[in-house]
């Protein structure tokens, strides 16, 4: 019993110092650890408490590309469009710190353990895997943190310590997952639920190429150690591709393949999703562990009605390799006409024809939900009885088998290095799974040079990036990336509008889906007598035609978003810097 409401405290600790000033409690204030540290049980059951505090959740992973160069949504961030400042709270509160102050308890008091040494270093891995997890997102926020590895009491002196240097944090997170690729097991439980040295090298190349390429495009940082980072990001990669352990989910049905990835419910029960699924946030009907993905993406008042843009629609390939770009006027196609032909991705992320729900309802895009056009559908369940309930059960992948693919290929790009042969390795598996060929560009695409990626000249790190877009859509990202490529200014109003299908006529009522029946009208003003089945999209102060009385959609274009170099790291909140004002300075911009 005593066991049993310690593993309970682990839980909830994190509950009790919400109130506290950051890492001043211990995470269970209450646990005797000479009573608790005794066997391997005890670190194993300690170990599920840092899945509970700091793996993902399924909003944190689906619906952060709201905030990215190819999605727009109901209401424009106010980082970009409002009068946003150091006041605003962005993960410095309190509760964001209490999962580092429960790793850091762990590790401390583990080593007491009368166990093996292999035992030991395989949990103390999986905690200091969580420790980098923790902090490459406080770096990624802020630049600069302070780098704590004790539990802290209330009186301790480095409680109100100064920030470290980014150089110092991301050493010490490199120390961590270097740790935890080395002496964590390599076991694969069958939920992909589990940390295992596979998981612990792919997390190690997520770091390495964010921090590498960080580095390389953030000039004005004065590092110059890039190139070693890169390096470490593709040799951890390509050891997790050399070890045959996990491969592509692909059974040769490219038009279903990719999405069965998101939609499946039990990866225990399909161990070839499971093969590419290296980590998930697993969900469960027995003890209704759910999420609301479904409504969200398809409600038009419970989500941000998450919509792709025209802009980013545009890179997905021809199945036959050529690139949709190439074709004649391919920016005033109409959606089915578009839709056609194209990369079998496409029509698993976004509802195009042939889309069904479960109930047997043919489901075009449906505009009381898209603001673009581009209904997103790779995280719904077909089952429409979920769109109104928060009780899906798919699992949510957080690590993938086809990310290591894309982080070793971009690395070894950014190192110079890429050619023939990891292409062979990486992008062409990716594209023949979507149904596309896998040959190589004969030259850079311009579109994706002018629209995206002005200074990339490289062939094959175009391509890499169009595959990383594409692959990656709606999983978490997109901004992260864009922020260490340095191409914040496409999240700006006057560099990407929010720019939807195009649409040759107004007051013409148009089929989307090719089932004959029609399902849009686009008017000035709804008509007295409508048609049965189409949603009429009113002009006006939020949507407008690009060129008046046709054209693309043109979503919340009256709405300014502006970047500023100084957004590339958020600000240090005021109110952190009350309570603690060795934190200055401020990060650049933000004084």
């Not at 682990?10 to 646990?31: Q, W």
């Not at 150091?86 to 999962?99: F, K, R």
């Not at 500023?564 to 200055?584: D, F, G, S, W």
Request: hydrophobic share 35%; proline share 4%.
């Amino acid at each position: 019993m005593k066991k049993l409401l310690i593993y309970s405290l682990l839980i909830s600790g994190i509950t009790f110092s919400a109130c506290e000033d950051m890492l001043e409690k211990e995470p269970i204030h209450e646990l005797n650890a000479s009573e608790f540290f005794t066997s391997e049980n005890d670190l194993k059951i300690y170990s599920h408490s840092f899945y509970v505090n700091d793996l993902p959740t399924a909003d944190d992973i689906a619906k952060e590309d709201g905030t990215s160069d190819y999605a727009a949504i109901n209401s424009p961030s106010t980082f970009l469009s409002g009068n946003w400042s150091s006041v605003d709270q962005t993960g410095w509160a309190v509760g964001n710190w209490s999962a580092l102050r429960n790793i850091n308890y762990f590790l401390e008091h583990a080593p007491k353990t009368p166990v093996s040494e292999e035992v030991l270093n395989h949990y103390i891995g999986i905690a200091r895997f969580w420790r980098a997890f923790f902090y490459l997102d406080k770096v990624q926020t802020f630049g600069a943190v302070p780098w704590y590895d004790t539990a802290l009491n209330p009186d301790a002196p480095d409680l109100n310590k100064a920030r470290d240097s980014r150089e110092f944090v991301m050493g010490k997170v490199l120390e961590d997952i270097n740790f935890a690729a080395t002496y964590i097991r390599e076991t694969k439980d069958t939920y992909s639920s589990l940390v295992n040295r596979f998981t612990a090298l792919a997390l190690k190349s997520r770091i390495c190429l964010y921090e590498g390429t960080y580095r390389k495009y953030h000039t004005e940082l004065g590092l110059s150690d890039a190139t070693t980072w890169l390096q470490a990001a593709a040799a951890a990669a390509k050891e997790v591709m050399d070890a045959n352990q996990y491969r592509l989910y692909n059974t040769g049905k490219p038009e279903s393949d990719y999405r069965a990835l998101f939609t499946a419910e039990d990866l225990a029960g399909m161990p070839k999703i499971a093969g590419e699924v290296m980590l998930a946030r697993s969900m469960n009907t027995e003890s209704r562990v759910w999420h609301d993905l479904t409504w969200n993406f398809n409600s038009p008042t419970n989500g941000s009605r998450w919509s792709l843009l025209k802009q980013f629609v545009n890179t997905y390939m021809m199945r036959d390799g050529s690139r949709f770009t190439d074709k004649a006027d391919f920016d005033k196609i109409e959606f089915y006409t578009e839709m056609k032909n194209r990369d079998y991705r496409l029509s698993q992320t976004i509802r195009t024809e042939g889309y069904y729900r479960e109930n047997g309802t043919i489901a075009p895009p449906d505009f009381a939900v898209t603001l673009t056009g581009y209904h997103i559908k790779k995280w719904s369940l077909d089952d429409s009885w979920h769109d109104g309930q928060g009780q899906c059960t798919n699992s949510i992948p957080i690590i993938r088998y086809a990310e290591v693919l894309l982080n070793y290929a971009e690395a070894k790009a950014e190192l110079g290095t890429f050619g023939p042969a990891e292409w062979e390795l990486t992008i062409k598996p990716l594209r023949t799974r979507a149904g596309v060929s896998g040959s190589e560009p004969a030259a850079a695409d311009t579109y994706l040079q002018t629209t995206f990626f002005p200074n990339i000249s490289n062939k094959y790190l175009l391509e890499i990036r169009r595959e990383r877009g594409i692959e990656l859509c709606f999983e978490g990202f997109r901004y992260n990336d864009l922020m260490r490529w340095k191409c914040g200014d496409l999240l700006d109003s006057g560099k990407m509008l929010w720019k939807g299908i195009y649409i040759p006529a107004k007051n013409v009522n148009y089929d989307l889906n090719g089932d004959g029946k029609p399902d849009v009208c686009i008017v000035d003003k709804k008509p007295s007598t409508t048609t049965d089945g189409v949603k009429y999209v009113i002009l006006g102060a939020n949507i407008k035609l690009s060129e008046g009385d046709k054209g693309h959609l043109i979503w919340a274009w009256g709405v300014a978003r502006k970047w500023e170099n100084k957004k590339y790291l958020r600000p240090i909140p005021q109110t952190a810097i009350t309570l603690n004002p060795n934190l200055l300075p401020q990060n650049d911009g933000w004084e």
